[in-house]
């Protein structure tokens, strides 16, 4: 969900590039998990130039690469108006990388043979339009025809008057059901953050356990992801950067709200640190929580994007951008993502405490950067 027009907490503007003038000192001390990567001075150009392009207040970076040192660099600030260098550590809410966790465990499911991808999703779940027509496949891959819940004048107006509003998944789905699907399943792609809400209900059917214990049990504790989450408030870990929309032509940025995750549900609730989703990046990419046959089959199932997220290509719960594939996240104030180049078994993660307003509210500035140094990782 991008952040539209929210209506913002206005705490000031300030002038990004004094603001920001103190962002190079927090690349090295005790943020510095690098310093032997021979790429180094690349990857630091490449965050520069985001920096001087498109003025994000901070950012976290890093590349994990098979049987070399991990290079992890905090950059900016973590709070503009204290001055408050970005923390290495920080917790960020992760937004739609969330998916990528949520349609996992479902294929978990299928391989243990608990549930099929063809399976139709009323056999989970009454009251979806066209439940009867929709698989889960479907589902996963973003071509349900199913509205986006979050597009919805009504859930749009309780969330702006109150982004800490507490819900069930199922009120939020109800907004999406309350609107005829724009088409018949199959027939197109359409990304909406409606799919992985129910996929996320049904893994709780299934299992007979919240979401939150069975990403727990499933993929948290098998891959060590000590530091990510799926929170039931916005309360998070220490140090977690406050949240900005900016102007990315002159650089003005107004603070943005917390908000409840529960408002995302199994599109978007979780939180990671940059150590986690770089593992994960790995894990989503090469598959190693899956059989190889049901990761082959994830990303060949991949049909061209036409809204969304600007990957080329989506498969089920995983975007294909040129040869890597891995998810991105974004919205009311954060810009995530994680990517994978299982050819050299490469990782990349960005994670950015701003999202653009305005005319530029649907670019994600932790893509580009992860463009940038996907970039100089192919160079070699």
């Known amino acids: ?5 929210l209506s913002r907490r206005h705490l000031g503007r300030w002038a990004a590039a004094a603001a920001l003038s103190p962002w190079l000192a927090s690349c090295g001390g005790s943020d510095d998990a690098g310093g032997t990567d021979p790429r180094e001075a690349d990857y630091v150009k490449a965050v520069e130039s985001l920096f001087t392009d498109y ?12 049987g070399e040192t991990l290079w992890m660099k905090a950059f900016g600030l973590g709070d503009v108006a204290g001055a408050v260098p970005m923390a290495l550590n920080s917790t960020f809410p992760i937004r739609s ?3 990528s966790f949520t349609v996992t465990l479902l294929l978990q499911l299928v391989q243990a043979g608990r549930v099929g991808l063809d399976h139709k999703i009323e056999r989970y779940l009454a009251g979806v339009p066209n439940g009867h027509l929709i698989s889960l496949a479907d589902l996963a891959g973003n071509q349900s025809g199913l ?13 702006v008057e109150d982004p800490l509003h507490i819900w069930t998944s199922q009120e939020l789905v109800d907004f999406s059901f309350a609107v005829q699907p724009g088409f018949l399943p199959g027939e197109q792609y359409q990304y909406s953050n409606t799919n992985t ?39 998070l870990p220490s140090p977690t950067p406050t949240p900005y929309a900016v102007n990315v032509v002159t650089g003005a940025l107004d603070e943005q709200p917390l908000i409840s995750p529960t408002s995302l549900a199994g599109s978007g609730a979780m939180a990671s640190t940059l150590a986690d989703l770089l593992v994960w990046g ?19 199932l991949a049909r061209d994007v036409t809204n969304g997220p600007e990957y080329d290509r989506y498969g089920l719960g ?12 974004s919205g009311v104030g954060f810009q995530i993502a994680t990517m994978n180049l299982a050819s050299r078994n490469v990782t990349v993660s960005v994670m950015v405490n701003a999202s653009p307003e305005g005319s530029r509210r649907d670019f ?16 070699v």
């Open 55 to 66: 003025h994000a207040p901070g950012i976290l970076a890093g590349v994990r690469r098979a």
């Open 364 to 379: 994600n500035l932790a893509q580009e950067l992860f463009e940038r140094l996907a970039a100089v990782v192919e160079a």
């Open 197 to 235: 809400v129910l996929l996320g209900m049904v893994v709780e059917a299934v299992t007979g356990q919240p979401l939150a214990d069975v990403l727990g049990e499933r993929i948290f504790k098998p891959l060590g992801l000590a530091g990510t989450r799926y929170p039931a408030s916005a309360d």
């Open 97 to 99: 990388i969330t998916k």
């Open 1 to 5: 969900m991008t952040h539209h027009d």
């Open 147 to 159: 509205a986006d819940y979050s597009a919805q004048p009504g859930f749009f107006q309780v969330f």
């Open 318 to 329: 995983i975007g294909q951008i040129g040869q890597w594939w891995g998810h991105t996240g």
């Open 282 to 300: 790995e894990a989503l990419g090469l598959g190693s929580l899956l059989d190889p046959a049901l990761q082959g089959l994830r990303k060949s």
